[in-house]
């Protein structure tokens, strides 16, 4: 038997492999291998070795993927077993790092030994060869953290990818930490640190170490601090009543003392009362005493007379009267019209107020019971007449009329009615729902001069960019071109009025733009992206400002080409113009997500705090209005901001106070909590919503403010925003409006605008523009680029490629490597055959030396940073 004319195999007497067959043997027996071949991983450059064994054996030779290895290639020896006997064969290859690179199968490099006696012949297992790496990135990196002593500590840990699969260990201040020496810790699960009962010898700095045949790598260094709050001694004995009348105590925060940034006592160290104890009083003080107590009497009969009086003239309502101060401190705002016959004010969030007089104030909405009830469930309707002294000193010298119902019991099941009256009544100008919120309106725009290099414009921390492809504009052509925000009220509606703006609303230009190629647009939206539970659209606005349907985003079109991802969406678009990313409920499932912060500051008075709880569609845009006008009116970002699910299911948002520490501060009453309906929060579109609590300190010595804030959705879900503040203004420290380092540049042209440097896009294009035999053209591109639906448009463009690599640069803009593109660079460079001759305009050795930048910095990968973590990229 022979392959490609190498070698022979001789049975019986013969001897065609030139080696003597003196050894005895065993007529009649299968060969056994005694030694198989071993799984085995090539390091670097260096070849590794397979070995077989076999007893009895005439022959034994090689097959790797299919094909059986050279005969010169093999090192064989035979030698007789002392224990049996019988002659025993050896044979052993030399497998490179090239062969493997070169095989390009549909599974790993394996190899075989056939073994033959003159019974016959046995095969060995299948021994596989794999290029061994360790990439130089950490999948997740281990984070810092502060927790209480006893408190839980679970740090992270997902090691770099690697062949073999990295084995993790973890480093206490660089000392080895596991399971095995220290039953306090588990390092077993998943990679994870856990330590159940945090001890303050726990505090230091912990690192993940991953390690494999190749290499080792270091992860980010995360800090756990284990803090001690404070707590108070028992108090002493009181002192002797002093001459004044009074006597002491006192306490010490030393019970335990804080420690490692734990909270102090809150409270007071000291306390005096007065004691009297029949030595202190005197005649005079006897006078004072009675005194006070006659004009006491004096001034609770004038009062009881006066409400008597009260009541009588206003028994023609036959209602009961109640004071309007109750109602403040609430975020949503009501008017009240001078007119004897009143004017229905519905609490329904369905009704509308009467805005033709200015004059507003703020009233709580919640109505809730010990248990977990909804909103409002379930009131019958309520009117109440209103008037008081501070109505009078609003100028409102008329009664008005409160009209309230049960709104979440009596919304319809379906959405359409909720959202599409509230969007309707905002076309005309009736609805407010922001109460007294006025954001600060900067004029969100950004130009740059474009010529054929091409490049991008961004609106800084909005989410929103635009890039112009190289060769977009003609060589003897530069356009100043422009994008802007619309600030002003969403001006996004149709005629059902049921869908709901995703994310900020965005122009380009100018009108007259003249492309050879598309220009690619990202928008930062705030959907789940679930295609059973939202129709999601893109708009247009024609020229007599009406809005025109685009593209379904799970349609394919051959106009426009839009791409979801979990936070942003990424358009290739032909013309200039004004584009909306809309979306429409199809279920109660549908989630849009909502971003939550607390704000504080001082009030006038010093002794009062306000705090201002914010809820806005997660978009950079739309939290970038908040953080205007607060700092505007210096706000301090008391918690870093949080994201809550908020379903379609007609429920409203509570927002509640909690844990305020009771003899510190005090918060005016029917504040604790307080609600947006349904409507206000689904149909905001991206204008923020919020509401405030008003506290008051009793002593000028308390300078720390801690408490809770709630933000929960009835039937949904909830999130916490913890506060602990310094109210004192030299003590403050303010959280970073945005943790994210800000970008400054808002324009970007020629080649340092893009990840992709010109002469490897050029080669990608000339490569994969025009198909060839081995299929390697743009649709395959496509497909390893997770961009192969929706191919209709790329195909109508004169480069499709050149389109493919336009659209993953802006969906890639915010990543500081080229690994997703040279992934798949390498694994189209498998598809071709390994004895087919490249082809001359195949990508090759280019494809190893992508320079990586970014608008913010930049970033270098070549072959020579990976030479011992990866296998070579190859086109």
Request: charged content about 20%; glycine content about 6%; overall charge negative.
């Amino acid at each position: 038997q022979q392959h490609k004319g190498c070698f022979c195999v001789g049975f019986a007497g013969s001897t065609g492999d030139g080696q003597s067959d003196s050894l005895p043997s065993v007529p009649g027996t299968l060969p056994h291998f005694i030694q198989e071949p071993e799984d085995a991983y090539i390091v670097k450059s260096n070849p590794i070795k397979l070995r077989c064994r076999a007893a009895p054996a005439l022959q034994i030779f090689f097959k790797c993927n299919g094909e059986w290895v050279h005969q010169n290639e093999h090192l064989s020896q035979e030698y007789k077993d002392l224990n049996t006997g019988l002659k025993v064969r050896e044979v052993m290859i030399n497998v490179s790092r090239q062969q493997v690179e070169d095989f390009h199968g549909p599974e790993d490099y394996w190899c075989l030994c056939v073994a033959w006696s003159h019974l016959g012949t046995s095969k060995s297992r299948k021994a596989t060869v794999r290029i061994a790496y360790l990439r130089k990135n950490f999948e997740q990196d281990p984070q810092g953290k502060e927790v209480p002593i006893k408190g839980m500590i679970v740090l992270h840990c997902r090691p770099p990818e690697g062949v073999p699969v990295a084995e993790v260990e973890w480093l206490k201040n660089e000392e080895l930490v596991s399971s095995l020496t220290d039953d306090h810790i588990d390092t077993r699960a998943d990679h994870n640190l856990i330590i159940n009962e945090a001890r303050l010898s726990d505090s230091g700095n912990y690192t993940c170490l991953a390690s494999n045949i190749v290499a080792k790598r270091r992860s980010a260094t995360a800090t756990v601090i284990v803090f001690v709050d404070g707590g108070w001694d028992e108090w002493s004995e009181w002192t002797v009543c002093s001459s004044q009348c009074e006597r002491q105590r006192s306490r010490e925060c030393n019970s335990p003392a804080p420690r490692h940034r734990g909270k102090m006592c809150e409270g007071n160290s000291e306390a005096t009362e007065n004691c009297t104890d029949g030595l202190c009083m005197d005649s005079s003080n006897d006078v004072a005493l009675y005194s006070g107590l006659g004009a006491g009497i004096i001034a609770v009969a004038i009062l009881v007379v006066a409400v008597m009086l009260y009541r009588k003239n206003q028994s023609e309502y036959g209602v009961d009267v109640i004071d309007s101060s109750a109602l403040t401190g609430g975020f949503q705002s009501f008017n009240f019209k001078t007119t004897r016959q009143g004017n229905p004010l519905l609490l329904n969030s369905s009704m509308q107020p009467d805005l033709t007089v200015g004059r507003t104030y703020s009233t709580p909405l919640c109505f809730q019971d010990t248990t977990d009830k909804e909103l409002f469930d379930p009131l019958p309707d309520i009117k109440v007449k209103v008037q008081s002294s501070f109505m009078v000193s609003l100028g409102v010298a008329e009664r008005a009329e409160f009209h309230a119902k049960a709104p979440p019991e009596t919304f319809p099941r379906g959405l359409g009615r909720d959202c599409c009256s509230t969007v309707e009544r905002r076309k005309k100008g009736l609805l407010t729902p922001n109460g007294p919120f006025t954001p600060t309106k900067e004029l969100l725009r950004t130009t740059g001069m474009f010529g054929h290099p091409g490049g991008r414009l961004v609106v800084p921390n909005t989410g929103v960019s635009l890039l112009v492809p190289h060769g977009a504009v003609a060589e003897d052509m530069s356009w100043e071109m422009y994008m802007v925000i619309n600030q002003g009220e969403a001006s996004v509606q149709t005629e059902e009025g049921c869908e709901i703006l995703l994310g900020p609303e965005v122009t380009y230009g100018p009108p007259g733009l003249d492309l050879f190629s598309p220009v690619a647009m990202t928008i930062a939206h705030c959907a789940e992206i679930d295609a059973e539970n939202w129709n999601i659209q893109l708009k247009r606005k024609t020229q007599d400002s009406k809005w025109e349907e685009v593209m379904s985003v799970e349609e394919e079109s051959s106009s426009c080409y839009c791409l979801m991802d979990s936070t942003s969406c990424h358009l290739l678009l032909d013309q200039p113009g004004s584009y909306a990313l809309v979306g429409e409920p199809l279920t109660q499932a549908a989630i849009k997500r909502l971003k939550l912060a607390v704000f504080g500051s001082m009030e006038v008075s010093s002794m009062d705090y306000s705090l201002r709880v914010y809820c806005v569609d997660d978009t950079p845009h739309a939290f970038q209005g908040v953080v205007a006008t607060e700092k505007s009116r210096g706000g301090q970002l008391l918690e870093e901001p949080k994201m809550l699910p908020f379903r379609a299911n007609t429920f409203s948002l509570q927002v509640s106070i909690q844990d305020v520490p009771q003899f510190l501060w005090s918060i005016k009453p029917f504040t604790t909590c307080q609600e947006f309906s349904f409507p206000q929060v689904w149909c905001s579109n991206q204008q923020p919503l919020h509401c405030a609590f008003s506290l008051e300190r009793y002593s000028p010595a308390t300078t720390q403010l801690s408490c809770k804030i709630s933000v929960r959705q009835v039937k949904g879900h909830e999130q916490i925003l913890q506060v602990y503040t310094a109210v004192a203004e030299t003590e403050k420290e303010s959280v970073p409006f945005f943790m994210q380092t800000d970008c400054t540049i808002t324009s970007q042209t020629g080649p340092k605008a893009f990840k992709i440097p010109l002469s490897i896009r050029q080669r990608i294009c000339a490569t994969f523009d025009t198909a060839n035999a081995k299929g390697k053209d743009w649709q395959l591109l496509a497909q390893k680029l997770h961009l192969d639906r929706n191919l209709c448009y790329f195909a109508k463009q004169r480069s499709p490629s050149a389109v493919i690599l336009s659209l993953w640069e802006a969906r890639h803009q915010d990543t500081g490597d080229l690994d997703s593109l040279a992934s798949a660079l390498e694994e189209i460079g498998k598809i071709h055959s390994k004895s087919s001759p490249k082809s001359q305009d195949e990508p090759e050795s280019d494809f190893n030396h992508i320079q990586a930048g970014s608008l913010c910095g930049t970033g270098k990968l070549t072959s020579h940073e990976t030479e011992d973590t990866a296998p070579e990229y190859t086109g």
